[in-house]
């Protein structure tokens, strides 16, 4: 069975400030991928990031950044510098290899406060 | 590239009666999508998996003959919600599966049964 965590349910932080949204998975497929996704108020998902099982490395983009880890299966996303428009709902997501479904976490509500 | 256009943005209707929404992919060929439901403050659960030409498969304790789901053509899908009830009131996003495991997402349908 697969399985996506994300423990932290609401998160509140003062803008400029980093904050790291964790996910563990669960998965006995040896490919899969994995996602992170945001959603604003408006309920439209936004695409931050795929990873394959195979791709280890971890991934900077701007502010955000991810930290994929196997061993522990996690694959956790930081926020550096924080902005009020960061402020949404994101969800981390796992999909199996062939034909497997993709599927959510519970999501972690972001609040940003200026 | 890849745009889903979902429409209505939102619809409210009276209990009993029925609900269509469309899902068309612009500009691909959408083999598979995806029917997606989201309760406030839940995360979005997979309700259905439609392919083009082929009868749809739902999810364990999604009710068939009450969400018909039709794929007549590579870029159109539709989710029917049949003799609505205000239990059904939530927030339907579709999506598309892309090569290379990538998904696109609808803007979502948020559903009110009066």
């Known amino acids: 069975a697969q399985k996506v965590t994300q423990v932290q349910t609401e998160i509140s932080v003062v803008e400029k400030e980093d904050v790291t949204l964790d996910c563990v998975y669960e998965t006995r497929d040896t490919t899969y991928y994995l996602f992170w996704y945001k959603q604003p108020p408006s309920g439209e998902l936004v695409f931050l990031i795929r990873r394959n099982s195979f791709d280890e490395q971890n991934e900077i983009s701007g502010r955000y950044s991810w930290n994929f880890q196997k061993s522990t299966s996690s694959f956790n996303f930081t926020i550096t510098a924080s902005q009020v428009v960061d402020s949404a709902v994101y969800f981390c997501a796992l999909k199996g290899g062939q034909g497997g479904k993709l599927i959510f976490g519970q999501g972690t509500e972001l609040s940003v406060k200026p | 590239g890849a745009v889903v256009s979902q429409h209505p943005s939102w619809v409210i209707c009276k209990s009993g009666t029925s609900v269509k929404i469309e899902c068309r992919s612009l500009?691909?060929?959408?083999?598979?999508m995806f029917w997606y439901r989201q309760f406030p403050k839940q995360s979005l659960m997979l309700m259905a998996t439609s392919n083009e030409g082929s009868k749809a498969t739902y999810e364990q304790g999604v009710e068939k003959d009450k969400f018909l789901i039709n794929h007549a053509s590579l870029t159109l899908s539709t989710l029917t919600v049949t003799s609505a009830h205000p239990e059904d009131s939530s927030f339907y996003i579709c999506?598309?599966?892309?090569?290379?495991?990538?998904?696109?997402f609808g803007s979502g349908t948020r559903l009110t049964v009066v």
């Open positions: 500009d691909f060929q959408a083999t598979t």
């Open positions: 999506s598309a599966e892309l090569g290379n495991y990538g998904y696109t």
